[in-house]
């Protein structure tokens, strides 16, 4: 008698529990429902996925496609199904595309799922959670602290440019200079080596017109006031008067040349004078 109470209360403990809680039973499926983007807005697509997972391979249940209602102001645009196997777990992903043209606060209400699970004819139905969303309109204003980094980068990036910019025009500068320095360099080694020329012909009068030529392209010679004047009125005296310079006016007005010239490119070689007589 006490053997039969016990296996019968055994049973019925049995009993109690695979009918208090069924969708517990491993192996049954799971469903869910997500949306692809945190912030919707409207006149933009957006979309959300059901997916239908269990452990087992793909023929351990049936699934039936799931029929979705979508509320007012919604409107779906495409819809794709894809499977996906990983180890002993199998998964159904539906996904549907939809579009809104209105803000407001959007609701779509539990979808209901049917299967079959494999060697049984039992109809089982699993349900979604609501799934609850908000559509609101574009603008710079709904990026909230989105704004503030924007104009932050662009910011950066203007100053970036600028920095760009005047780098290049202080190296172009630099460059300018440099050119400019080797040019009026090259032009002075040219008209010093026609001074010789004119100094060999006693040709004077040329001789210090090109003098006052080579004069005006050095600053430190350009600067001395007297000599200039100096150098002017002796051009003066040979053009309309006749006059003939001494040796010693001749040495003396081409060792400031010589001077001016090793001060005014002191990184130039000594041997860009050869061949130009000075003394």
């Not at 969708?23 to 499926?29: R, T, Y």
């Not at 003939?244 to 010239?261: D, G, N, V, W, Y």
């Amino acid at each position: 008698m006490k053997s039969s109470l016990k296996i019968l209360y055994t049973f019925s403990i049995a009993f109690i529990f695979s009918t208090s809680f069924p969708n517990e039973l491993p192996g049954a499926p799971a469903v869910s429902l997500y949306l692809d983007k945190g912030t919707i807005y409207t006149n933009r697509n957006f979309s959300f996925e059901l997916a239908l997972s269990w452990e087992g391979d793909a023929d351990q249940y049936l699934v039936a496609p799931p029929q979705i209602t979508l509320p007012a102001g919604i409107e779906e645009k495409d819809s794709s199904f894809s499977s996906i196997s990983r180890g002993d777990r199998f998964s159904l992903h539906y996904r549907y595309d939809l579009f809104a043209q209105q803000e407001g606060d959007y609701h779509i209400q539990p979808i209901e799922i049917s299967y079959w699970e494999k060697g049984k004819n039992k109809e089982e139905k699993i349900k979604t959670e609501v799934l609850n969303f908000k559509v609101t309109s574009f603008s710079i204003i709904n990026l909230g602290k989105y704004w503030l980094l924007f104009i932050l980068a662009i910011f950066l990036l203007s100053l970036f440019v600028v920095l760009i910019v005047l780098y290049k025009r202080k190296k172009g500068g630099v460059n300018d200079q440099k050119l400019d320095s080797v040019i009026t360099r090259e032009m002075i080694l040219e008209e010093l080596g026609q001074c010789n020329a004119y100094k060999m012909e006693g040709d004077w009068e040329n001789y210090f017109k090109k003098v006052i030529s080579i004069r005006n392209k050095i600053p430190a010679l350009n600067e001395d006031e007297e000599s200039i004047k100096a150098l002017d009125a002796l051009v003066e005296r040979i053009t309309y008067g006749g006059f003939c310079p001494s040796t010693e006016e001749i040495s003396l007005i081409q060792r400031k040349l010589e001077r001016a010239f090793k001060n005014a490119f002191p990184d130039d070689k000594d041997k860009d004078l050869d061949g130009i007589e000075f003394r």
